[in-house]
């Protein structure tokens, strides 16, 4: 059973910093890009960040220089460090596991943990 659990979110002040983690369990956490996206109210899900199997990354332009997605193979858990927290991130923020293995593709998602950027 493929299980992917987000903490850390919470309400920060604009200007303020969280982390979020997601523990990944039941896939070969290496073989897998690990990804967070966020859904504001009223809006579609979006891509934050993601770091490939091989620990290329890519972010969103609106988190660029503020937010970084890191990875512990080890640990099967990846994390998203934000800083310079902005009231427009506020959103629920989502992890994604995605594989392309031997032509089938496995895509995996959390259930989300809120983060709420206000003063």
């Known amino acids: 059973q493929v299980q992917l659990v987000e903490s850390g979110g919470g309400l920060v002040q604009p200007g303020g910093s969280l982390r979020l983690s997601c523990a990944a369990s039941?896939?070969?956490?290496?073989?897998?890009?690990m990804g967070w996206y966020r859904q504001a109210p009223g809006k579609q899900r979006e891509l934050v960040a993601t770091?490939?199997?091989?620990?290329?990354?890519n972010y969103a332009d609106s988190v660029t220089g503020r937010f970084t997605i890191s990875r512990d193979n080890d640990k099967n858990t990846v994390y998203l460090q934000m800083n310079s927290l902005k009231p427009e991130d506020t959103a629920v923020y989502y992890c994604n596991a995605f594989s392309l293995l031997m032509g089938k593709t496995y895509d995996y998602w959390g259930q989300g943990t809120q983060v709420t950027v206000s003063s």
């Open positions: 770091i490939s199997s091989g620990g290329v990354r």
């Open positions: 039941g896939i070969m956490f290496r073989a897998y890009a």
